[in-house]
């Protein structure tokens, strides 16, 4: 699982924690519900400044640190390299 799903994924449950729908949560942000949607299944590709505004929404910030090299599995490398 890629970071961003793994990070779309803890958003969802936190959303869901706080009894919120999709379109609840975007309107506290003023975004639009498909972004929600994208930011929770990992396939949002859009503005960062979203992104980190939907983060803390949820009681989260934006951080950066540096990663460990990491051995990648075969689901991971057919999702890089997904020729559809």
């Not at 949607?37 to 859009?46: P, W």
């Not at 979203?50 to 989260?60: D, F, H, K, Q």
């Not at 950066?64 to 991971?76: L, R, S």
Request: a negative charge; glycine letters at 6%; charged letters at 35%.
């Amino acid at each position: 699982m890629l970071y961003r799903e793994k990070i779309g994924s803890k958003l969802r449950e936190v959303r869901k924690d706080k009894k919120l729908s999709q379109v609840e949560a975007a309107k506290q942000v003023g975004i639009d519900r498909s972004i929600v949607s994208k930011i929770e299944t990992g396939r949002y590709t859009g503005s960062l400044k979203i992104y980190e505004r939907y983060l803390t929404s949820m009681g989260y910030v934006l951080s950066i640190e540096a990663e460990e090299p990491q051995m990648t599995d075969f689901d991971t490398l057919s999702e890089l390299f997904n020729d559809d």
